[in-house]
């Protein structure tokens, strides 16, 4: 799935995306350690996979977005 980070802590390494209808999901440090970034900046493109429920998903990889 493709979203658009929103904010993100590099004191923490997590944050938040938006999905691409305006949802904010937060994403935990074990989420980005996932994608082997090093960063994230506000407007990236992202890949994220989830897992639970479709009304409350947990992010559990977030990556850069590549062609």
Same mark, same amino acid.
């Given at each position: 799935?493709?979203?658009?980070?929103?904010?993100? @802590?590099?004191?923490?390494?997590?944050?938040?995306?938006?999905? @691409?209808?305006?949802?904010?999901?937060?994403? @935990?440090?074990?989420?980005?350690?996932?994608?082997?970034?090093?960063?994230?900046?506000?407007?990236?493109?992202?890949?994220?996979?989830?897992?639970?429920?479709? @009304?409350?998903?947990?992010?559990?990889?977030?990556?850069?977005?590549?062609?």
């Amino acid at each position: 799935m493709q979203a658009t980070a929103y904010t993100y @802590d590099p004191r923490t390494r997590s944050g938040q995306v938006l999905l @691409d209808d305006g949802t904010p999901v937060p994403f @935990d440090t074990a989420a980005f350690d996932a994608g082997g970034l090093r960063l994230l900046r506000p407007g990236q493109r992202v890949r994220i996979e989830t897992e639970g429920p479709k @009304d409350k998903p947990r992010i559990t990889l977030v990556t850069l977005q590549t062609l």
